[in-house]
């Protein structure tokens, strides 16, 4: 019940404010992975959820290590990590005609880890919810968008 509550909540955005927008700077080179995958050819709050509603679904968490043998590799995939994550759910909303930019972040924990963002909405697979990037306990480091420029991000 409240999950329902909380979900209606955060879809009609009445009590919830806008999230803060990544301010960048420099440009800086892309993490690890997205060159090489580029290279393979690879806005409504209500759709951004039910986007994460369906990678969650289908998601199945499988680390680069154990299925390419390789410590990063960059896949637009529901079987996969945190890249493969973004990357599909950022494919899905290009399909609906919603841009969307890739965003290099350290956990609270250090790891490092990329979400996919619109305007601040994060889409994480750690997260079951569109959540504010405010709302989340990750240092933000860049951002890359659609044209495959990686941006520092200014806190």
């Known amino acids: 019940m409240i999950r329902t509550v909380l979900l209606i909540v955060l879809l009609s955005g009445c009590a919830q404010e806008p999230p803060t927008p990544f301010k960048t700077g ?3 080179p892309p993490p690890h992975g997205c060159v090489e995958y580029r290279k393979r050819g690879g806005q409504c709050l209500d759709k951004l959820q039910s986007v994460l509603d369906k990678a969650h679904r289908r ?3 499988v680390r ?3 299925q390419f043998k390789l410590p ?3 896949n637009k995939s529901l079987t996969g990590d945190c890249e493969d994550f973004a990357l599909w759910c950022r494919a899905e909303l290009a399909a609906s005609g919603i841009e969307s930019d890739l965003v290099l972040c350290r956990t609270e924990t250090g790891e490092g880890h990329l979400v996919c963002s619109v305007g601040g909405w994060i889409l994480d697979n750690r997260h079951t919810f ?6 989340l306990p990750y240092k933000w480091l860049s951002i890359g968008a659609s044209d495959g420029t990686w941006r520092v991000i200014i806190e």
Do not use: N
């Open 26 to 28: 420099v440009e800086v």
């Open 59 to 61: 998601h199945e968490y």
């Open 64 to 66: 680069d290590s154990e």
């Open 72 to 74: 990063e590799y960059w």
């Open 130 to 135: 569109v959540t504010r990037r405010d709302d």
